[in-house]
């Protein structure tokens, strides 16, 4: 998801809008990440819940753990100049469906995204075509 | 399902939470309202991602 919105951070801010991530991980660990995995740091907006605050008001925790581990729902919001929620997903799998991850282009009236595959979903490929 | 409150609804305000950004920290209300649109993504956490 990280690479995905990365490339299309530019579409977005083109669109008029802008991007903020939120996760239970530290700045630290946010910065860390992108370093090791990109060289250089994701350019869009990041919050740290590491207090799982944001979580707990937006009805975000999960009440079994993931499979792949984690209490933290993917989810997407879009909300208007007032603050107000116009749209929201509950989970969002636009991590690993290309139709859910091209919607969010659509919501803001931008060109499509460049979407990639998660490695999950590479290995899974890589397996179809082998 | 969800524990917690309620997930706000489609038309209600996003809860408040403050975001630093290159210009300062500011109320998601006013960086919302310098924008035609904000998105907001959550994640779980990197360490159940490794690639």
């Known amino acids: 998801m990280a690479a995905s919105l990365k490339q299309d951070y530019a579409k977005i801010l083109k669109a008029g ?7 239970p991980d530290s ?3 946010h910065r860390k990440y992108a370093l090791t ?3 250089e740091e994701l350019p ?10 944001i979580a707990q008001r937006y009805g ?3 009440t079994e753990e993931h499979p792949h581990g984690g209490f933290y729902y993917r ?3 879009i909300l208007n100049p007032d603050a107000r929620v116009i749209y929201k997903s509950i989970p969002w799998e636009g991590n690993s469906n290309v139709e859910e991850y091209q919607k969010l282009f659509k919501l803001i009236d931008s060109e499509p995204g460049e979407w990639r595959a998660t490695c999950g979903v590479r290995e899974s490929q890589k397996l179809q075509t082998s | 399902m969800t524990d917690g409150p309620k997930a706000p609804r489609v ?3 996003a809860p408040e939470f403050l975001i630093e950004t290159s210009a300062g ?9 310098r924008h035609e649109k904000l998105i907001l993504t959550t994640q779980d956490s990197y360490r159940y991602h490794p690639n």
């Not at chain 2, 920290?25 to 309202?33: D, E, G, K, V």
Request: proline share 2%; hydrophobic share 50%; no cysteine.
């Open chain 2, 11 to 13: 038309g209600e305000n």
């Open chain 1, 75 to 77: 989810s997407l919001w």
């Open chain 1, 60 to 62: 975000l925790i999960r």
């Open chain 1, 17 to 23: 809008a802008d991007l903020v991530m939120i996760s």
């Open chain 1, 27 to 29: 700045l630290e660990e």
């Open chain 1, 44 to 53: 869009y907006l990041y919050v740290s819940d590491s207090s799982l605050d």
């Open chain 2, 25 to 33: 920290r500011f109320p998601l209300h006013q960086l919302a309202a």
């Open chain 1, 37 to 39: 995995l990109f060289r």
